[in-house]
């Protein structure tokens, strides 16, 4: 599948990615043959093979959730950088 330097161009100003000149035409090879490799999948016959959602079976390996205590407001808040009444202060991050 052929991807264009347009196209590989808007999908950087999507992704807000900066990119060099000198290597738009590469990577839209680069995309290009991942494109066509992944397209040879898709012609491969399938009928008759069980779908799967993991290649290998898999086992929860997580603890078991235990109701504990939670941990003191303070003790939470030693290490603060900044707190105000209890609560942290963080940088504001949405303008």
């Known amino acids: ?9 808007h999908v950087a100003d999507l992704a807000r990615l900066e ?11 680069q995309i290009g043959d991942i494109l066509e490799y992944v397209d040879t999948l898709g ?8 779908p799967t959602s993991h290649a290998i079976s898999l086992i929860n390996a997580f603890r ?10 303070d003790l939470a808040l030693a290490n603060a950088p900044e707190k105000e009444d209890g609560n942290f ?7």
């Open 1 to 9: 599948m052929k991807i264009t330097r347009d196209e590989i161009v």
């Open 19 to 29: 990119l060099d000149e000198k290597f738009i035409n590469k990577f839209a090879g």
């Open 43 to 50: 012609r491969i016959d399938t009928k008759g093979v069980v």
């Open 64 to 73: 078991e959730d235990v109701l504990e205590k939670h941990l003191d407001r």
């Open 89 to 95: 202060i963080v940088p504001k991050v949405i303008g």
